[in-house]
């Protein structure tokens, strides 16, 4: 099956730095898409895309879908504390019930 | 709607005894899923249901695992004879299936240990 390869695997940060992370496949994805994991809690979903080349803000987190289709970036800007998780990005192909997930990035914000 | 709900959120049993899921998807959501995620992985997809029939089982589900949904609203997932490899944590997802809509609502999860 598609693997998602997502980089880097932690980050420590302090607080009110950008961060940027990203994500790679073999595969190509029509849709990719980022979610947030607190601990204990299911994923719960950043951003969306759909589109090869776009480029999607929500609020402070700005997220592209690369143009070859195989891979996407997530960036925070002005980190705060509570943007502490691990954070996932997840593609599907046209068989859209089945999302593959990478392995996360896990980030620390300092105050 | 409060969102999914997962019952239990924890649950740990012993080698070799059967263990019942259960999940409350959001009401007007009519797919429903199951994942998989163990520590440090992301999750993996198990099986999904369009309202009332399961269309798609991943490899991961094995013969000890069934998911059920009969009445298109709430949905189960037994596993049987619990192996130690089936600890992880099972969460729940639904969508409202329509054009252009992918995104997925994930409950809380129910982290199942086996010892």
């Known amino acids: 099956g598609q693997q998602l390869n997502q980089s880097p695997q932690s980050m420590f940060i302090q607080e009110g730095e950008d961060v940027s992370m990203n994500c790679t496949s073999s595969?190509?994805?029509?849709?990719w898409l980022w979610y947030k994991q607190d601990p204990g809690e299911g994923p719960v979903l950043l951003i969306a895309l759909y589109k090869a080349g776009e480029l999607t803000s929500n609020g402070r987190l700005t997220a592209q879908f690369g143009i070859t289709r195989k891979d996407s970036f997530l960036n925070i800007s002005a980190s705060i504390p509570s943007d502490v998780g691990i954070y996932f990005c997840?593609?599907?192909?046209?068989?859209?019930?089945?999302?593959?997930f990478g392995a996360g990035t896990r980030l620390t914000v300092k105050p | 709607d409060t969102g999914v709900s997962q019952d239990p959120r924890h649950k740990i049993t012993k080698r070799g005894q059967n263990v019942t899921f259960r999940c409350d998807p959001i009401s007007e959501h009519n797919r429903l899923y199951w994942y998989r995620q163990t520590l440090g992985q992301g999750p993996e997809f198990l099986t999904y249901?369009?309202?009332?029939?399961?269309?798609?089982k991943s490899r991961l589900l094995s013969d000890r695992f069934s998911a059920e949904r009969p009445k298109g609203s709430f949905s189960t997932l037994e596993i049987q004879r619990t192996e130690q490899g089936d600890s992880a944590m099972y969460l729940c997802a639904s969508s409202l299936f329509d054009e252009g809509n992918y995104g997925y609502t994930f409950g809380s999860g129910t982290r199942l240990t086996v010892v």
């Open positions: 249901f369009q309202n009332e029939a399961q269309l798609e």
């Open positions: 997840a593609g599907q192909t046209s068989h859209d019930y089945d999302m593959r």
């Open positions: 595969s190509i994805f029509n849709t």
